[in-house]
């Protein structure tokens, strides 16, 4: 499916998404409170098929705690990047996928572990890597501890 | 969206629940299985990664971009070289630089050579675990030929940091492209030999067909690629969909089969290593010269994010860099196969016994650095 | 023309002229027990060395070659080792069984030493119910392993015990309806009267097709029931890590090592004794002058020889089958051969009525 499809597509479902950063893929700034929404979809549409999550990821920026989810179909080969950009930094919270793909259930418990970002609905949110009592979440550009090496 | 901890008090008085790890030998690594068992029958089982996080991702944002390739060879060690291709390409591609056709080339043909160095110690552990002990020598007397070749040109065996963004760290050894001739025709009459010793076995085949049966639709859901994706029909080779470095200019089949069991993946694994040495038959004899390292002034990938995916010896590779311009990451992220790979381990095993279990984790081909980084 | 009854039976009358029956008895029977100890443990040591040098030629390496010439004193070397470890005693277990179970097991496997025949007149005791006697014995060795298990407090231990329970019950079955053929065809149970009626030819070769099938069979369920060759899930090291032995170290250890090495020489010269001849030699049909090269061979010779052979087709498959899982292990023996067996055994019974056999 082409960009253009596709933008009209989530533009339907998300009115105030943005186009990306990625100048490789198409990508789109999505609000979290459309994510599940527009991500259903574009599993679900026939045309776009998106049934294949190959990564989920977050960065911590300057505008916030980005989310990123990158898809592609098994069977059309595109790929599409949906943003989600958190302000709250106290408390991220964003919808789950992991009712859509199975992957997304690990992947995100891997994000909440190193971000600290919580996904409403998912059925087993803790720590992946690091201990359960960890305080902190080490890939946030403020963390800080006390065995950090920083030049 | 399986048992939780809350079944775990619920379940039934005959069961009960062992661990398989951290030090234990068949899980290729440090990783804990928690089996739930009734008798011999699995009833849940929940892997517990995080033994060997390093925090590399993490340890790469302060590390410019030619020192952080060499933290990924310490990801997935059995392939160590795509791993640090991944990193090579995605930072040539965002710095909007193309390296020659030598470089390509010889990239393509240390891949390869990984690929099968991978899937012959895949094999050895493999026999091993199922109890045929002398598919452990076989696999490795072989391997050693690989190890060779790769220390002759690199200087080290298993983590070479020999691909980096920009080229290669040196150029080959004269003797390189003989000694892979010569490996071409040794590995070619020592590759049916393992046929002999293990596919063909009627005990091997009763412990494998029908264990651990993955439709392609639970493969696609859960993200499994590499040989354990493709043994369930799930075609998902990057080196197809969207080939890198030399691979536009080979011929090679994607072997995929349907069955989705643990035969099928073992199947795919022996025909890939055949599949192989096809490539880098055609490779070999036509390297052209030229150079082997981009003049580059610095190594900076500009504002931006960029993402590669390469196809390692057990499945999608995906390089996923955020730069703010710097010399430095601003933040990495590896979409590593192993660790997709890992979690359908749970729907594959259940209702298995503790020995397929041993099957089951050797078929999907499992390093665990990979998982945790 | 090699006979060793006359020599013990100049030390029996010596011994019971010169001092009461008494003495004589007790001497007598710690002379033989000593004796049988020293041959078990010379014995041991040179099979585990045997298996070393066996599997490394198999895996394209060399096996032991630096301790004494060709390695030979390897097995002295961690012999030495063995006893100078730890016992380590384990918290929660019960202690008396956690002891008991490794003298079981070597107690077993030395009384079944006792009744085979290694030359004519070179045996222990000659029971008229000989091989009987063998099978019983055998038995004991699996309430050792069960109660290392049970023992060792671990749940890995309890998990190889039930399988190797399970598994040589079943398989004791196949051992004795295998045998059962051969005394069939022999009439007898006694050892020394089955080595006589092969005097014109090993039963192997006189009861062709079904003492071959029993043969074959016999081999198999000989290997299951010692937990050798692909058969030897109870003590898996790449699932249960040793699994019932693992949580005895040094001497114990040390006995359960040896056991299981000394069972498979059991299980070889039993199959030696009943279906390749024992210890004569091997004549063909009537040719006297190769007979009387033959002969010259001394019996304990031939005895050892084959024994030899048959440990060699033991340890081969051991080191190339992968392992089978406990369902199909049970399901090889109470579905294919438990029936193959008794059909063999209707078979032979047959043929022993209407003279059929060589």
Known sequence: MQTEELTTLITSLAPDQKPGISKQYPEFIIPADKIHEVAKTLKENPQTKMDYLFSLTAADRKDGLNVIYHLTSSEYHHIVVMRVILTDKENPMVATVSDLWSAAEYLEREVFDLFGIKFENHPDLRRLFLDDEWVGYPLRKDYKDSFIFER | ?????????????????????????????????????????????????????????????????????????????????????????????????????????????????????????????????????????????????ILDIFEETTGSRLTQSFITPGGLMADVHPNFQKR?????????????????????????????????????????????????????????????????????????????????????????RIKEMWESLNILEQLIDNIPQGPTMLELKAVKAPKGEYYQRVETARGELGVYIVSDGGPSPARIHYRTPNFSNLFVINKLAKGHKIADLVAISGSLDLVIPDIDR | MYDFTPFIESITSYLNENLSPFWAGLISMVLLGVGILLFYAVLGLYLVYAERKIC??????????????????????????????????????????????????????????????????LQAVDLN??????????????????????????????????????QVISYELSVGLALLGIITFAGSMQFSEIIASQ?????????????????????????AETNRGPFDLAEAESELTAGFHTEYSGIKFAFFFLAEYMNMFIIAAVATTLFLGGWLPFHLFQWQGFNNVMDFIPPVFWFFGKAAFVIYLMMWFKWTFPRLRIDQLLALEWKYLLPINLMNLILIAFLTLMKWHF
Request: charged share 20%; aromatic share 12%; hydrophobic share 45%.
């Open chain 2, 180 to 268: 892979i001739k010569e490996f071409i025709t040794y590995f070619r009459k020592k590759l049916p030999e393992y046929d002999q010793l293990l596919t063909g076995n009627i005990i091997f085949r009763e412990r494998t067909h029908g264990i651990g049966v993955m439709s392609k639709e639970v493969a696609i859901d859960y993200g499994v690629t590499g040989p354990s994706g493709r043994g369930s029909g799930f075609s998902c080779d990057i080196r197809k969909i969207a080939p890198y470095s030399a691979y536009p200019f080979v011929k090679f089949n994607e072997i995929t089969l349907p069955e989705g069991d643990t035969y099928a993946r073992y199947v795919v």
């Open chain 3, 129 to 166: 119910i000989g091989v009987l006697y063998i099978l019983a014995i055998s038995s004991m060795g699996v309430i050792g392993i069960l109660i290392a298990g049970w023992a060792s407090n671990s749940k890995y231990s309890v998990i190889g015990a039930m399988r190797s329970g399970a």
């Open chain 3, 199 to 223: 005097e014109d030819g090993w039963w192997i070769f006189k009861g062709h097709i079904p003492a071959m099938i029993a043969f074959v069979i016999f081999l198999i369920a000989g290997t």
């Open chain 2, 1 to 145: 969206m399986e048992e939780t901890l809350l079944d775990f008090d619920l379940r039934d008085k005959e069961e009960y629940i062992i661990n398989m790890g951290p030090q234990h030998p068949s899980t290729h690594g440090v990783l804990r299985f928690e089996v739930c068992l009734q008798g011999e029958q699995i009833k849940y089982l929940r892997p517990h990664c995080g033994y060997i996080h390093r925090g590399i991702e993490k340890m790469s944002e302060a590390l410019t971009y030619p020192q952080l390739v060499h933290l990924t060879d310490r990801m997935d060690y059995l392939s160590a070289h795509i791993n640090n291709e991944a990193v090579a390409l995605c930072v040539e591609n965002a710095m909007g630089v193309e390296v020659s056709d030598r470089v390509k080339y010889i990239r393509t043909i240390f891949a390869e050579l990984t690929r099968i160095a991978s899937h012959q110690l895949w094999w050895c552990a493999f026999g091993m675990d199922l109890g045929a002990l002398t598919t452990f020598f076989y696999g490795l007397r072989d391997r050693e030929h």
């Open chain 3, 56 to 121: 490394a030629r198999m895996q394209n390496r060399m096996g032991p070659n630096r301790v004494g010439p060709g390695g030979i004193f390897q097995t002295i070397a961690d012999l030495i080792k063995l006893l100078l470890k730890e016992l380590i005693y384990i918290r929660n277990a019960d202690s008396l069984l956690f002891n008991i179970a490794p003298f079981i097991v070597i107690v077993a496997s030395i009384m079944a030493i006792g009744a085979i025949p290694f030359a004519k007149g």
